[in-house]
């Protein structure tokens, strides 16, 4: 294993730091905590807050700032943060407004954000959660994973919350971008975790693992690699089963953080020609890395069923360390 | 048990599972991401860390911190399931200064119930509920015989091999999780049978 660190285990502190000390106008750390806020907040607005495991960067502190998030939690690498640490975004970030909180579907993510809440309650602060399980690869929809299409629901959800809606609007219509919303993935390579020192899974060279999540977890289908054009197909085939018809679509190419950009745009040049083919009017489109398992080579196709609504919110400017519009 | 037997049973535990730590990694390779070890071994050493400076706890104050600990510091799923089952076992002991006879059936059920609540899991699902309920049923109402409660956690343990894994990273795995033991259940096992050697050596 060869990675930039010090120690392993201090790898998320570092990430942190370095976050920060890069961005120091925008974001600061909450003392003696792993989260991250916007340094000024919106008066009397929602308060959004999204957090998970480390080693998905730039998600979630990527994120944070103006028109999107405004706190993110971060957890060990692949592993929920703890109650407390969701317990204390959700204290810095309410205003009295409440707070919607933007979960991926993993248990471990939703017990330690349930318990958060319950504090929160103890304390008399509303707040919701929403669960975001876009990933098509895991047939049993309550078990499926939270993978990239997580940063539309929080950039279409930060948005409408900098509006100054209520937290029912807000989790209204983060409802409604997480049932529209839907992912798959392929990895040509496995992830390694700085802590443990080898690959996730073993991958042939020929071969390529179908519906990987972002936790270098096993996907649920191996074969040889083939064609960007026959990669594009296949996940295609699996996520628009699940699209509506008819409706304008966003595309989010995904790079799960060892493959170039120059792929990315191969991929992202077939799928469009796909959709194009089918008739689907691709309104817009967004490709890098948005959501990342390490340093997997591989790469996620998110599509997002678009109404007048939600493509307002996907346009509307956001201003994170990330994402800038 | 009193508070001293419990900060002992703490420490023998944190031992054990930083001697386990690659092995517990391993089994979760298999059901999750495999990083179990790292994350129990991380959560138990803040708690040994943390007994110097709770030198004058109760043993239901102790159990509640222990399992605040826990949930901060293990993080992922195993941190909230066994920070909630040290809390439940805090709360039910309430005003005991020493666990005997009917207090270990209370706290170990109101332990599983916390469990259970927490991970909307139940026995059979394959996580470490399937050793924390035997363990908890084990103890009756006279005083515990240690031999057969580190058995129920043992049986408990390997029963997870045969199950099809329904809660968690292991669940999407389907068929497939059957043939691999749940790594939860294992350093739920050694936590058992840490207790059991020192209630065990406390007789002698």
Redesign the interface.
Known sequence: MKKLMNDP?QIVTGFLEGLVAANREQLQRLEDTDVITRRVLKPQKVGIVSGG?SGHEPAHAGYVGAGMLDAAVA???????????FLSAIQAVDQGEGVLLLVKN???DV??V??AQEMAEAEGISTEMVIINDDVA?S?VK?R?GIAGTVLVQKITGALAETGASLKEVKRVAEKTVNQTRSMSVALTPCT?P??GQP?FDLADEEMEVGI?I????G?DRREVVTSEEIAKLLLDHILEEIPEQMPLALLVNGMGSTPLIEQYVLANDTIKQLEKKDRDVQHAFVGEYMTSLDMAGISLTLLALDEELSGYLQAPVQTVQWKQ | MNVEQAKQWLRQTSARLSEHKDELSTLDHALGDGDHGVNMHRGFQAVVEGLDEWEDLSLSSLMQKVGSTLVSKVGGAAGPLYGTAFMRMGAAWKGIEQVNGSAWSEGLSKAVEGIAQRGKTSTGDGTLLDVWSPVAEAFTEGEPSWDNIESAAYKGMEATEEMVVKKGRGALLGEQSVGHIDPGAVSSYYLFQELANTMKAGEQ
């Open positions: 285990e495991g957890g060990e690498v692949f592993t929920s943060p703890g109650a407390d640490q993993y248990n471990g017990m330690n349930e318990m895991v049993d078990q994973r975790l802590a443990v996730s999540g936790h270098g977890e096993r649920v």
